[in-house]
């Protein structure tokens, strides 16, 4: 008797959603391992194309992966040594941009108190002063700095999993059955998401490149952190822009004043735009088919279960989940 046979539709349908509850509860629950790994896993996927380009060119499995482990750790440590050191600079000039912030809050309440207006009387003071703002900038850059010492135990992990990914079909001649099915299985349903992080990594490293010049070119403090910033959002999909774009346009206004704002936001939408429409649509084209619908929802839904780190990996678990249900659904037609 199957199990189509033994129960109604309805129940069929009850008994679904309560394991689809509990999965995602679970889920929600184990977000801070689940995020790590898979974070691990994002970075391992993008990183195989280097040894599985070096094992094509007739270098060994183990040469392969030992260079590329020595890349990965030698130009993993630089960039978490500059970025960390920017975050430092920027943390320790955060008093300078406090004081610029008072003195452009006196002279718009001197502006605007010539002409007769009052803004104690239409805006509570705590609101104009600069020490929330300033409070805000810290943590969020504290954040990111402690984030940077959970980066080294990823890049541990992506190691591991490096290691186990580029193994070739035929390097485990023993494993058979079960075991081979499920690392078939497995590599299957990773072909589009590699494409996805392959497409979204050149896309965003491009992206992130033009960012950091229009910022030398405006005069942005520390462009260097706000480009590896724009590249990580980059995986954020079509909202990942405007995070990205919000700390230098207030760091250029705050330095420079409103034109530099401006620039820095007109640049940011240009460059993005030029990526997305030109570049990225040809590529997307022949990797993956989510309607942006299904993308936004992914992402809204992900971000719910894991917290901020579920934004960065909505696309690649949405992409898997979505082959899942084509794959379950083509399974019950043909067993109908």
């Known amino acids: ?34 995020n790590t790994f898979l974070l ?21 499995r183990g040469l392969s992966i030992g260079l590329t482990l020595l890349i990965v750790i030698i130009g ?48 509570p003071q705590d609101l104009l002063s600069p020490a929330p703002l300033l409070n805000l900038a810290a943590t969020f850059l504290s954040g990111i700095a402690g984030g940077l010492s959970s980066a080294l ?16 079909p035929d390097s485990h001649p023993d494993v058979g059955g079960t075991q081979q099915r499920v690392l078939d299985k497995f590599n299957e349903h990773m ?25 030398l070119v405006v005069g942005v403090d520390f462009a260097v952190t706000w480009a590896v910033l724009a590249f990580f959002l980059s995986f954020i999909p079509n909202i990942g822009v405007l995070f990205a774009l919000i700390p230098p346009a207030l760091l250029a206004f705050i330095a420079s004043g409103w034109v530099s704002s401006l620039l820095v936001v007109g640049g940011f939408l240009l460059i993005n735009f030029v990526v ?17 619908l299904l993308v936004i929802g992914g992402l809204v839904f992900w971000t ?5 780190p579920g934004a960065v990996v909505s ?22």
């Not at 129960?7 to 629950?29: E, H, N, Q, T």
């Not at 135990?153 to 070739?168: D, F, G, P």
């Not at 249900?325 to 019950?332: A, G």
Request: include cysteine.
């Open 1 to 34: 008797m199957t199990y189509e046979r033994s129960f109604p539709l309805p129940l069929r349908v009850l008994l679904s959603g309560a394991c689809l509850v509990i999965i995602v509860a679970g889920m929600k629950a184990a977000a801070d391992i689940l």
């Open 40 to 60: 691990s896993t994002l970075l391992a996927l993008a990183i195989l194309p280097l040894p599985k380009w070096m094992m094509r060119r007739g270098l060994s």
């Open 76 to 123: 993993g440590l630089a960039a978490l040594s500059l970025l960390g050191g920017s975050i430092a600079g920027l943390i320790n000039a955060l008093p300078t941009y406090e004081s610029r912030l008072i003195v452009m809050k006196a002279d718009v309440e001197n502006f605007l108190s010539a002409r007769g207006i009052d803004v104690t009387k239409l805006i």
């Open 153 to 168: 135990i990823l890049m541990v992990l992506a190691i591991l999993i490096l290691a186990e990914l580029a193994h070739s």
């Open 191 to 215: 072909i589009e998401v590699r494409k996805y992080i392959s497409i979204t990594g050149w896309t965003g490293l491009i992206t992130a490149g033009a960012d950091y010049i229009l910022l």
């Open 276 to 292: 997305g429409t030109l570049l990225a649509p040809q590529l997307m084209a022949k990797g993956l088919e989510l309607s942006l």
């Open 304 to 308: 719910w279960v894991l917290g901020a």
């Open 315 to 336: 696309v690649p678990l949405t992409v898997v989940v979505k082959k899942l249900m084509v794959e379950w659904s083509s399974r019950s037609n043909e067993e109908d």
